[in-house]
């Protein structure tokens, strides 16, 4: 019995699993970093138009969706079909941290950009601190007027 093998099948399986298919598309790749106060989230959508492009966000979570229709007539004849279309989803749970209620999105050369702005009470602050003389006299006087530890009471 003859066994035919293919040394590339292990390595298609696993391109499809990153990269998905036309039946099971991929997620949208991210890039998220902090710059000074707020967050930016940048998701390549490449020849997505913007109109089919939802963003919402419902208790701290921010979901993505977007479609990409394909560029081909129907009644053609595909030879090669390997840009991912159809409907395309991601999720992002947002820290307390930050104010979804402020976020601002644009889209650019296949690249929809958020800025997620953290929140006023999250932001670190100097807190003042108020010291005032009758305050610090009254407690070195109530402290002078302790009796000392091993005192004689009598």
Same mark, same amino acid.
């Given at each position: 019995?003859?066994?035919?093998?293919?040394?590339?099948?292990?390595?298609?399986?696993?391109?499809?699993?990153?990269?998905?298919?036309?039946?099971?598309?991929?997620?949208?790749?991210?890039?998220?970093?902090?710059?000074?106060?707020?967050?930016?989230?940048?998701?390549?959508?490449?020849?997505?138009?913007?109109?089919?492009? $939802?963003?919402?966000?419902?208790?701290?979570?921010?979901?993505?969706?977007?479609?990409?229709?394909?560029?081909?007539? $129907?009644?053609?004849?595909?030879?090669?079909?390997?840009?991912?279309?159809?409907?395309?989803?991601?999720?992002?749970?947002?820290?307390?941290?930050?104010?979804?209620?402020?976020?601002?999105?644009?889209?650019? $050369?296949?690249?929809?950009?958020?800025?997620?702005?953290?929140?006023?009470?999250?932001?670190?602050?100097?807190?003042?601190?108020?010291?005032?003389?009758?305050?610090?006299?009254?407690?070195?006087?109530?402290?002078?007027?302790?009796?000392?530890?091993?005192?004689?009471?009598?």
């Amino acid at each position: 019995m003859l066994m035919r093998t293919d040394p590339f099948r292990d390595f298609d399986r696993l391109a499809q699993q990153v990269f998905g298919t036309t039946a099971r598309p991929a997620p949208m790749p991210i890039d998220a970093y902090r710059q000074g106060d707020e967050f930016v989230v940048q998701f390549d959508l490449p020849g997505v138009d913007t109109q089919s492009i $939802d963003l919402t966000v419902e208790k701290n979570v921010l979901t993505v969706h977007a479609e990409r229709r394909r560029s081909a007539p $129907d009644d053609v004849e595909m030879l090669a079909s390997e840009r991912p279309h159809g409907t395309f989803s991601r999720q992002l749970f947002l820290g307390e941290s930050l104010d979804p209620d402020r976020i601002e999105a644009g889209y650019a $050369d296949g690249v929809l950009t958020l800025h997620v702005p953290i929140a006023e009470q999250a932001k670190p602050r100097r807190v003042p601190i108020n010291a005032t003389e009758g305050r610090q006299t009254a407690i070195e006087t109530h402290a002078e007027e302790r009796p000392s530890v091993g005192a004689d009471r009598g």
